[in-house]
């Protein structure tokens, strides 16, 4: 066999081996730290829980959800690497009880609600009804706790991975 017929079909296998839907050519936007095929950015602000969801928008993302055992150690992760065995911190996540009291949903983009599937909620909570956006506590090994919305907390961010690189230009994502 030729030198091209050689190279060719090795490279049928390669691509054969690789898994589908690898991280391999997942880009974040700027700033973003890739896990999966989800981006995250903790902010280094306080707000609350209507600004946070406002300045993850001016992103190009939303609040973080958490949708999933794997989703939960990936926010841990984050939440130890900035803060270490000993940070005492709270972080706004994307989910309320706004729509229908004591039934939480993830409150994502456009209106768009999904209940949640997945949860992780400290001894006690959700309590007080007047408590109506989510929290994850770091000092309380990442467990939830419902808040009151005007409430300060810090902020992570999360945006979909996207095949082409983003970057952010005057408040709104563009490829460059």
């Not at 936007?29 to 999966?36: K, T």
């Not at 456009?110 to 400290?122: D, E, I, Q």
């Amino acid at each position: 066999m030729g030198n091209l017929t050689i190279f060719l079909l090795i490279l049928v296998f390669v691509a054969a081996g690789l898994p589908a839907g690898s991280n391999a050519a997942l880009y974040c936007p700027n700033g973003f730290e890739l896990h999966g095929q989800r981006c995250y950015k903790a902010l280094n602000l306080y707000a609350s829980w209507p600004e946070a969801k406002e300045y993850c928008k001016i992103l190009g993302a939303k609040l973080a959800a958490i949708a999933s055992d794997y989703e939960q150690t990936i926010i841990s992760g984050i939440m130890f690497k900035l803060h270490g065995t000993f940070g005492y911190e709270v972080y706004w996540l994307d989910g309320s009880d706004m729509l229908v009291e004591k039934e939480w949903r993830w409150m994502g983009d456009n209106g768009a609600s999904v209940p949640f599937s997945f949860t992780y909620w400290a001894a006690g909570h959700p309590a007080n009804t007047k408590e109506r956006c989510l929290e994850i506590r770091y000092d309380w090994g990442s467990k939830w706790r419902n808040a009151h919305c005007h409430g300060i907390s810090s902020v992570i961010c999360e945006a979909r991975a996207s095949s082409t690189r983003r970057q952010i230009i005057n408040d709104t994502m563009q490829d460059p």
